[in-house]
């Protein structure tokens, strides 16, 4: 078995020297950092050793209203982003395949992909100066059909929905990469006898390319699940103002201020284990279940 591995790695070595940065960077960090997890069951000291703590902060966390409310906004955001802006990717590869003109179609990728490289800094400026009110382009055009200009970033009606509109902005396009190569695999040959059988294109997309991508779907799906937790960080930090904190104030954003800000190192790591348990249970869970009910998983 060891020679075994040792031959691939000598016949693919080019392949693993590709992939060495990568494995580098996921070491450094995501796992070596695992160490300092244990933190969540000690008392830090900052003179002498660490003093065994148990589950005293995570009893300490459950206990606390403040975090049961963090830990309902993360749930209520990443709802709302997973189940509402999953499916526009997907659609919008769809739509792009519809497109005959090669020239337009990558004209409209390179538009709709170039959201994703800017930062939340930037989105988070540009959508602040556009809902601004009432001197806010939105509420311009509000104001222009007699309609009464809304504060956005203040409203706690509103700001959730905010972080989806610029979720979407920002990510649909990137996320429809995957779909997009994976409909271009698809042989022209399936193609070409649905259409000497008569079927239309609509026919053809339920029929030949959907089926195709569910694989993909899939797979993206339970990783999309095993981030649930995370909310956007950087967006919610950036967009974050103290009228909207109670609505929007998620698990990260409570690590970063109890942890960081306050200096209470166990309690922040505690809150962020917990929500990687989490993370990695629905991960887990989601692809057992796939793997019941369409064969295909992740692994």
């Known amino acids: 078995m060891k020679g075994n591995i040792q031959k691939r790695i000598i016949k693919d ?12 960077f996921f070491a450094i960090w995501h796992y070596i950092p695992m160490w300092g997890a ?17 589950l005293k902060h995570f009893q300490l966390l459950f206990s606390s209203p403040v975090f049961l409310k963090v830990f309902m906004n993360t749930i209520i955001i990443s709802s709302m982003k997973m189940f509402l802006i999953f499916p526009l990717p997907i659609i919008l590869a769809f739509m792009l395949n519809e497109v005959t003109s090669i020239g337009f179609r990558k004209s409209v990728q390179s538009v709709i992909y170039l959201p994703h490289f800017l930062s939340w800094v930037v989105i988070a400026g540009l959508f602040i100066s556009l809902l601004a009110s009432p001197e806010g382009a939105v509420n311009k055009v509000r104001i222009f059909f007699h309609l009464k200009p809304i504060a956005y970033m203040t409203s706690t009606t509103h700001i959730r929905w905010v972080f989806v509109f610029s979720e979407i902005w920002r ?14 695999s698809i042989a022209p040959a399936l193609y070409e006898a649905a259409t000497i059988d008569g079927a239309t294109p609509f026919q053809q ?6 089926p195709a991508i569910i694989p993909t779907i899939v797979t993206v799906f339970i990783l999309n699940l095993g981030f649930f937790m995370n909310a956007g960080f950087d967006q919610v930090f950036n967009m974050m103002n103290d009228a909207v904190i109670n609505h929007v104030d998620i698990i990260d954003t409570y690590v970063y201020r109890v942890g ?8 922040g790591t505690a809150a962020g284990l917990f929500k990687g348990i989490i993370g990695l249970i629905l991960i887990l869970s989601t692809d057992r279940l796939s793997r019941k009910l369409t064969g295909e998983g992740v692994w």
């Open 260 to 267: 960081l800000m306050q200096g209470n190192y166990s309690l």
């Open 205 to 210: 997309a339920m029929n030949i390319t959907f």
């Open 171 to 184: 990510s649909i396009g990137w996320d429809s990469i995957l779909y997009i190569a994976a409909i271009n």
């Open 13 to 24: 070595k080019q392949m693993y020297l590709l992939l060495f940065p990568v494995i580098l």
């Open 38 to 54: 244990r933190i969540a069951f000690q008392d830090v000291m900052y003179i002498g050793a660490n003093k065994w703590a148990g």
